[in-house]
């Protein structure tokens, strides 16, 4: 036979249940009306009662005599309250159908429910290897062309010499020392540099060749100079040590990994002294193929008095 009507939904129902509070004497009063005794089952003490013990009619109740304490409750044999929602944790994975819970049913994560390791892959888009990184719009990206990394910083202060132990390695082919503002202890002194390797820093007379050209403001043109072996790499531009006066510039130097080439440092740099101010360029080249591991700056005399050296490595790819 066809049902006429709209399909109802689907329901999970229970008994509708009444408590009695403190029950004494014989008669009830039930939330819930019914016809006969068989329309609730009575529980006394948790001991379920004969419907011909009791009588209910309409919400009266009447039964034999309960002294207190008792208990007393009835389950409501024609009420149930429905609900097209299942009861809590009475699902479990079994009864889902796989696939059913997509992206579209979950829609946020407390963080501390995400535990374990995410496949990098699962994180971006690209390929996630040792030289990508996840950039903000999730994709792995290689770093920025020629990219400069701080390495270390070193503030001098008085010191005999500012050397950069650490941080130079196969990680990039060339690094890059930026100076500023650094006086030295001396009047009219030069800055210089060394480069080395695990045996120590090469200041043997005979290491680097030199070349250089600078511009004196005092002077009209310019004055060159070269040396085909010296001690150090030396930038012979005077600094001097009055108000104001100091050296501020950069210098490039390589770390060839063929064995064969031979360190080259490139530098540019302007330094004032009392009525002078001059700006060079210039290069040295270190006679040997070493696997430079070190560079060391340092006033030809004296101390470097006050300044701040920055090593960067530069990326080439």
Known sequence: MGYIGNTPAEKYSSLTQQTFSSPTGTSFTLDQAVTSSVDIALFIDNVRQDPTTYTASGTSLTTSTISSPSTMYCLFNGKTTGTVAPPANSVDSGSVVSGAIDDSHITGMVASKLTGVVAPANLGTGTASASTFLNGSGAYSEAGGGAWTVISTAEASASASVDFTSGINSTYASYAVVWTAVVPGTNTNTLQ?????????????????????????????????????????????????????????????????????YPIINWSLTASRTGHMRRGIGSGLRLAAITVDRIQFLFNTGVIASGRFTLYGIAHA
């Open 193 to 261: 540099m060394a480069l080395g390797d695990s045996a120590g820093f090469d200041t043997v007379g005979t290491n680097y060749a030199r070349a250089q050209l600078y511009i004196d403001s005092t002077q009209n043109g310019s004055n060159t100079g070269h040396s085909p072996g010296e001690a150090y790499a030396y930038m012979d531009v005077h600094t001097g040590t009055g108000t104001g006066m100091n050296t501020s510039g950069m210098a490039i130097f390589t770390r060839p990994t063929d064995g064969a080439s």
